[in-house]
């Protein structure tokens, strides 16, 4: 997978996603300045959402339309959206502050308008948000644009995950990534699940990675330790300025103690390798041999008392000890003396 210039498979870093979301509180300085300090907290990419309220719900006074058991209790949800939307006006101007920054940009459109407008902009990929992840429609046409599409398994189940794949493979489009999710705002840690990011990708031979709503880094970096290659966290400059997303988004030196916990977890990885580097080498000489352990005279038997696997590693092997006992030596040799075969008859 590709997104830009940023080329992600299992051996690449893994890319990682400063989600504005609503965290400009309705300012545009806000998102212009969110851009340059994900920028400087180390994120490789901004991603945007492209909706409208009319384009993501109904304005009803129905109680379906009241949400529930959330942060948001007892908001309308054309209220909120109407609230958290991002301005499609402020689009072009947001994707190019991520270019100038030399950032990636790319955006989860909601309908069909949204993902011709972001056409237009030449957004590099798409990302499916959790909600929107049994809307096939809207799936099947992200899909037939051609570009990388990332979607979020916040809500789904087998079944789910199954038809959103069927969708974009009817479409010729094989570039998919899966993110693991948990749709709670913020989500309980013990509800994370991070070994699933591996069985994610192991079963639908697929890039996976995370969408996170948990608050810190303890999640993100076990992320990477089950094979993440996308980690997705909300991020705003500073929760003080409220908005819907605020209190489960991440400031810029959280993000920044983020990313710097995820690529030294990624240095931690490393690779299956039984070589020692040159600095493991040098500390084999802490490792156990077989030393002289009092002066012996030529003739004398070796045994338990004067022969043992002690530190430093310099004598010979500890596998030669049993079948060195009882043998006589040469000549005198003093306590200390790294021990050799050449030593006895």
């Known amino acids: 997978m590709k997104i830009g210039n940023f080329t992600i498979d299992q051996n690449s870093p893994v890319f990682i996603i400063a989600e504005l979301s609503a ?21 490789n990419c901004i991603k945007l959402q492209t909706y409208t309220a009319d384009t993501l719900t109904l304005d009803s006074n129905k109680e379906d339309f009241v949400i529930q058991g959330t942060i948001w209790e007892g908001k309308k ?34 309908d069909k308008t949204a993902v011709d407008f972001l056409e237009s902009l030449n957004a590099p990929a ?25 979607l979020s398994t916040g809500i789904a189940q087998e079944a789910d995950i199954e038809l959103a794949l069927e969708a974009c493979h009817r479409m010729g489009n094989y570039d998919v990534a899966l993110l693991k999710c948990t749709s709670s705002y913020p989500a309980p840690i013990e509800e994370a699940n991070m ?9 639908y031979q697929v890039i996976s990675g995370l969408s996170d709503h ?39 030196q959280e993000f920044a103690d983020m990313v710097k916990a995820v690529r030294e977890a990624e240095k931690a990885i490393g690779k299956v390798d039984y070589t020692l580097t040159e600095k493991q080498a040098s500390g084999k000489q802490f490792s156990r041999s077989l030393y002289i352990a009092e002066d012996v005279k030529a003739g004398e038997i070796l045994t338990e008392k004067n022969l043992r696997s002690v530190r430093p590693g310099f004598g010979l092997h500890p596998k030669y000890y049993h079948e060195s006992l009882g043998r006589k030596v040469k000549f005198d040799v003093e306590k200390g003396t790294r021990f050799s075969l050449d030593l006895v008859d």
């Open 23 to 43: 965290n400009h509180n309705g300012s545009l300085d806000n998102a212009l300045a969110t851009i340059k300090s994900a920028k400087r907290a180390g994120a």
């Open 77 to 110: 949800y054309h209220e909120l959206y109407q609230e958290a939307y991002t301005p499609w006006q402020w689009h072009e101007a947001l994707f190019k502050a991520a270019q100038e920054e030399g950032l990636i940009c790319f955006s989860s459109p909601f």
């Open 126 to 150: 798409y990302k499916i948000a959790s909600f929107e992840i049994t809307d096939i429609p809207l799936i099947e046409y992200v899909a037939s644009k051609g570009k990388p599409v990332i």
């Open 195 to 203: 070994c699933m990011v591996k069985d994610l990708a192991e079963r």
């Open 214 to 252: 948990t608050m810190g880094s303890t999640v993100p970096i076990v992320a990477t330790v089950f094979g993440a290659k996308i980690i997705e966290k909300h991020f705003i400059i500073d929760r003080a300025i409220g908005g819907p997303d605020a209190s489960f988004s991440m400031n810029e």
